[in-house]
């Protein structure tokens, strides 16, 4: 990596998945866009220290301090995808 960030984290973890680089607080930086930020927050964990992952198009962030794990969705699931605390119509076996 030849950049230097100066975005005041209080954590270093980072996941890397072309052109994007995941990091604390949810943030999403497109490297092929200048290092341009292009996704934030919230911030779900007190020490804004997140793991990330990618898989299957999907982003899962595991909080370090309280082990909260959410997904970020965009695009057709983001308007497809309903929060799990809205009405659902039941499933029967």
Not at 4 to 12: G, S
Not at 19 to 44: C, E, R, Y
Not at 71 to 90: F, Q, T
Request: charge should be negative; include cysteine.
């Amino acid at each position: 990596m030849t950049y230097r960030f100066d975005l005041d984290y209080n954590c270093a973890r980072f996941t890397y998945s072309e052109p994007f680089l995941m990091g604390p607080n949810m943030d999403m930086l497109d490297l092929s866009q200048g290092h341009k930020l292009v996704a934030t927050g919230p911030a779900v964990d007190s020490r804004e220290c997140l793991g990330s992952a990618v898989s299957n198009g999907r982003i899962f962030y595991i909080s370090q301090a309280s082990g909260l794990e959410l997904s970020a969705v965009c695009g057709d699931d983001a308007l497809r995808l309903i929060p799990v605390w809205e009405n659902r119509p039941s499933v029967k076996p």
